[in-house]
């Protein structure tokens, strides 16, 4: 027995060794971190595969039973169902006929009560301006539509000012050497506006009341001091305003525009404020019925902020409900990439330059200045009243360059879409484009050719518009909001020509409405409405020989507003092979009188196949 193994059993350990043993190691922070990173990593990659692996509805196919489906194609205008499948439409028609013919496909009845239409688009907007403006106090002309509901406008100059020195008031507990910007002015209703109006409401911090044409500023003496703005400015500016002793009025437009942006872009382009203004933007157009947008002038304001505008708020058509194309606008492009803008906007195209939203083959282009401020170019005797009397307006490319300008895009196959408000700018406008159409090295010899605005078309000019093949994206606007005080300011000849588009589409030239939002609201059944009543806010009609139809005005936001984007071959119309974009409304808008468009109940948007 000497030679038996020692017992193993532990017996001679201590209770308080065992239980020192059986206590469980705690993981160190690392440890720990590693865990949770594992578990986030686990997560993301399940979700990413749930994503690739679940149904996708579009792939289902579904016939949409509708009362009435109003489609704008001509051998088929009328139906009450379509099939759709992977985003588009397969078949539109009879209900029973199209059961008949796709027998499994899904049967979609909820809009059985409801009618469909092509989906509305607004071919003009500016998504990081709206976002911008929305987000400021306002002290607007007349009321104004926002994402935050209705803001009533201030019809006279005591009101406007009453109001400027609520906004100054509350605010009067924030930093001095922090700038407050108000939006909405506008002089043919407020009346002058100097920096000694504004001194007198504030002269302790920098005020700048931005006009609602967005083209022009007024500042009080402290905000011409922080932005640098001197007398000596008015000699490389022509947006410097001296009055007739050479002093500063207070005024900063156009030209000029630049300098101020460049000392207040840190002030306005506020990330947190911006984002909840884009979103309110979002909204409006989802509940609008808007499914397409065009932001006209990418890189305008500042192409950084409109990339982390258009990101931040993780736009996607599934997402956000709608469709985003980006316009590159000329002088922005010329600015950051000089003699590569041509080729960087072609990269962009190819995808070999990323974009936050597509952008589509076409570039921004400034005849002259704004309907709004009165700096649109008109032709003798130039302007009869308001703030620009006696002058004749703004060219932003004169004449004799425009042509020129153009021609490098033109050249690459590119489309142009440009600014053009005033009578004499149409006519510098129509100039170019006759020396680009006749150029007989241009590969684009049917570009598309879209002016802008559109302000005042003169009947001969309307003629020549058709007769170069030009197409017209008209503010939607002018007529309802200056058609009246207008009259006056332009005289009756060129104030009956404003927005002339009944005699346009009798011509033929595709003629379309967008909002210029902010500068107003993307709502296409008001804008449509206007055009048909041509009703004027103080009352009565302009120029009734130019009401829209409402075919014509229904056309306006559909149709001919998807060849402004070059896109009518894949939205715009209900037909099989387009995309399956749909506006949903409680009531035909083919049957509704004209005055009830506004207020057609919108129930909801249909993109790509997907409920919104």
Same mark, same amino acid.
């Given at each position: ?126 998504? !990081? &301006?709206?976002?911008?403006?929305? @987000?400021?106090?306002? /002290? $607007?002309?007349?009321?104004? #539509?926002?994402?935050? %509901? ?108 630049? !300098? &101020?942006?460049?000392?207040?872009? @840190?002030?306005?382009? /506020? $990330?947190?404020?911006?984002? #909840?203004?884009?979103? %309110? ?332």
């Amino acid at each position: 027995m000497a030679n038996a193994a020692p017992e193993r059993s532990g017996t001679s350990e201590t209770p308080e060794a065992k239980q020192k043993q059986s206590k469980p190691r705690k993981p160190g922070m690392l440890r720990i971190f590693g865990r949770m990173l594992l578990g986030v990593i686990a997560v993301i990659v399940a979700y990413t595969a749930w994503q690739y692996i679940k149904p996708d509805p579009r792939d289902t196919e579904t016939l949409i039973h509708a009362k009435g489906v109003i489609t704008l194609d001509k051998t088929l205008p009328n139906a009450e169902a379509i099939v759709m499948q992977h985003g588009m439409i397969k078949a539109v028609g009879a209900f029973d006929e199209l059961a008949a013919t796709y027998p499994n496909a899904k049967i979609d009845d909820r809009y059985k009560d409801a009618y469909l239409a092509p989906g509305f688009i607004d071919p003009h907007v500016h998504m !990081l &301006l709206s976002a911008l403006q929305y @987000s400021l106090p306002m /002290a $607007p002309p007349w009321d104004l #539509e926002t994402p935050n %509901g209705l803001v009533r406008g201030l019809s006279n100059r005591d009101s406007f000012l009453g109001r400027i020195q609520e906004i100054a008031d509350a605010h009067s507990a924030d930093d001095k050497d922090t700038p407050l910007v108000i939006y909405g002015f506008h002089d043919l209703v407020h009346g002058d506006l100097t920096h000694s109006d504004l001194d007198a409401i504030t002269s302790e911090r920098p005020l700048f009341v931005w006009h609602y044409s967005s083209h022009d500023f007024y500042l009080n003496k402290k905000a011409l001091e922080w932005a640098g703005i001197t007398p000596d400015l008015h000699n490389k500016f022509e947006g410097v305003v001296l009055d007739a002793n050479g002093a500063l009025t207070g005024r900063v437009f156009e030209d000029a525009l630049p !300098l &101020l942006f460049e000392k207040l872009q @840190s002030h306005l382009f /506020a $990330p947190l404020k911006i984002r #909840e203004s884009m979103l %309110g933007v979002s909204d409006m157009l989802r509940r609008s019925g808007v499914t397409t947008v065009a932001d006209l002038g990418y890189g305008i304001l500042n192409r950084s902020a409109e990339d982390l505008n258009i990101t931040v708020n993780w736009w996607s058509v599934d997402h956000s409900g709608y469709r985003l194309y980006l316009v590159p606008e000329h002088r922005a492009f010329t600015r950051e990439f000089g003699d590569d803008r041509v080729g960087t906007i072609k990269a962009m195209l190819a995808g070999d330059i990323s974009t936050p939203a597509p952008i589509l083959s076409q570039v921004k282009f400034f005849t002259d200045a704004a309907f709004y401020s009165q700096t649109m170019r008109l032709s003798e005797p130039g302007y009869l009243g308001g703030q620009s009397k006696g002058t004749l307006g703004h060219w932003v490319i004169t004449p004799d360059r425009l042509a020129d300008t153009i021609k490098p895009y033109w050249d690459a196959g590119l489309g142009v879409r440009i600014h053009s408000n005033g009578d004499a700018a149409q006519a510098a406008t129509l100039d170019a484009l006759e020396i680009l159409r006749a150029s007989p090295t241009a590969p684009n010899p049917n570009g598309r050719f879209i002016i802008e605005h559109a302000g005042i078309v003169m009947p001969d000019q309307v003629e020549r518009a058709a007769n170069l093949q030009a197409g017209i994206s008209a503010a939607s606007h002018y007529v309802h909001y200056l058609g009246g005080v207008y009259q006056d300011i332009l005289g009756s000849e060129r104030g009956q020509s404003i927005s002339p588009l009944k005699s346009l589409m009798k011509l033929g030239v595709p003629t379309t409405l967008h909002s210029d939002a902010p500068l107003a609201p993307p709502l296409p059944l008001k804008a449509a409405s206007v055009h048909m009543l041509r009703s004027m806010r103080e009352g009565g009609v302009l120029n009734a020989g130019e009401q829209l139809s409402r075919a014509e005005a229904l056309r306006a936001i559909t149709v001919d507003a998807a060849y402004a984007l070059g896109l009518e071959g894949e939205i715009g119309m209900i037909k099989p092979g387009m995309r399956a974009d749909f506006t949903i409304l409680g009531a035909n808008p083919m049957t509704a009188a004209p005055k009830d468009w506004p207020d057609i109940e919108i129930i909801g948007t249909i993109v790509d196949g997907i409920e919104h």
